[in-house]
C-alpha cells in the first residue's frame, strides 16, 4: 500500500483536532499549511450549520477563513479563547514546540496563551528527541537588529549552541516582515537540549520581541502517521 503524503497526514491530524470542537466555542486558528487544513475543514463545519468564533493568528488564516464564511472576532473583542488549533515546525514527547516557520509566532504565542487548550496538529515527520533541527525563528524589533543578533550570537554561546543565524528574506533584497512589521532570525542551532534556559535568556534581550519555543503551551498533540492519528497530552484539558 502507498504511504499517506504528508499533506494528506496533515489533513488527517487537522480531522481528528476538529472532533473536539463544540458548537459555541471561541477557538484560535493556527498558521500553516496544516492549520490551513483545519481552517478548510471547519468552514464544511460552519455551511453545515455550527456556530464558532474565530480568531486567526495571521492575516493569511484570516483572509482563509474570512471567504470560508467562519465568524471572526480579535483578541480585543474576545480576550479568552476556549481552544486554539495550530501546527508546529517540531515537538518532542514533552509537548515543548519550535513554531515559526510560518513567520506568526508572536500572534501565535499570544492567540495560545489566550486559550485553556491549545492543540497541535502534525504531521509524523515534525516528532523529535530533541529540538532544533529546525532553526529556531527568533523575532526581533528592526531597530539595532544587528545588535541584536549579537546578544543571540551571545546567549547561543554561553549554552555551546553554534550555528549560522540567518535574516528571513522575503526577496533577495528585501527581509521578511512579520504581520506586525518585526523582522526574523532564523537560528541553526542544530539541538538545543536546555529549552527552557535558552527561551528565558533570549527573552531578556530588549530587541528580542518573541522566539519560536513554544513551552508550557501545547496540552495535547495530534500526530498523523502511516497508521493514523495518536494523541499525545490530554485532550480535555492540563497537557502532559
Ligand atoms: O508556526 C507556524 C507558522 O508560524 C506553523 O505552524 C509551522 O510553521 C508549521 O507549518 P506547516 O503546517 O506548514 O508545516
Known amino acids: 500500500m502507498t504511504p499517506p503524503s504528508a499533506d494528506a497526514m496533515k489533513r488527517a491530524a487537522a480531522a481528528a483536532a476538529l472532533e473536539s470542537v463544540a458548537h459555541g466555542m471561541r477557538l484560535g486558528l493556527g498558521t500553516g499549511s496544516t492549520a490551513a487544513h483545519f481552517?478548510?475543514?471547519?468552514?464544511?463545519?460552519?455551511r453545515e450549520g455550527l456556530e464558532v468564533v474565530?480568531?486567526?493568528t495571521s492575516e493569511r488564516t484570516r483572509l482563509q477563513a474570512e471567504k470560508l464564511g467562519i465568524k471572526l472576532s480579535?483578541?480585543?473583542e474576545t480576550p479568552e479563547l476556549d481552544l486554539t488549533i495550530d501546527g508546529a515546525d517540531e515537538f518532542d514527547a514533552s509537548l515543548r514546540?519550535?513554531?515559526?516557520?510560518?513567520g506568526a509566532l508572536l500572534r501565535e504565542k499570544i492567540v495560545a496563551?489566550?486559550?485553556?487548550r491549545m492543540f497541535v496538529i502534525a504531521d509524523a515527520t515534525k516528532e523529535v528527541a530533541t529540538l532544533g533541527a529546525f532553526p529556531l525563528p527568533v523575532e526581533i524589533d528592526r531597530f539595532g537588529a544587528r545588535s541584536t543578533r549579537l546578544h543571540i550570537e551571545r546567549v547561543a554561546r554561553g549554552l555551546g549552541l553554534e550555528g549560522p543565524i540567518t535574516l528571513r528574506m522575503a526577496a533577495?533584497?528585501?527581509?521578511?516582515l512579520t504581520d506586525g512589521g518585526h523582522y526574523i532570525y532564523d537560528c541553526a542551532f542544530s539541538a538545543i537540549d536546555e529549552p527552557e534556559t535558552l527561551a528565558?535568556?533570549?527573552?531578556s534581550i530588549p530587541g528580542v520581541v518573541d522566539h519560536g519555543l513554544f513551552i508550557g503551551l501545547a496540552t495535547a498533540i495530534f500526530v498523523a502517521g502511516a497508521?493514523?492519528?495518536?494523541?499525545?497530552?490530554?485532550?480535555?484539558g492540563g497537557g502532559l
Open 227 to 236: 497508521s493514523g492519528v495518536r494523541i499525545i497530552g490530554d485532550v480535555t
Open 113 to 116: 496563551a489566550a486559550s485553556k
Open 97 to 102: 514546540l519550535v513554531k515559526g516557520g510560518g
Open 74 to 76: 480579535t483578541l480585543d
Open 172 to 176: 533577495p533584497d528585501a527581509p521578511y
Open 39 to 46: 481552517v478548510d475543514l471547519l468552514g464544511a463545519r460552519v
Open 54 to 56: 474565530g480568531v486567526p
Open 200 to 203: 528565558q535568556r533570549l527573552e
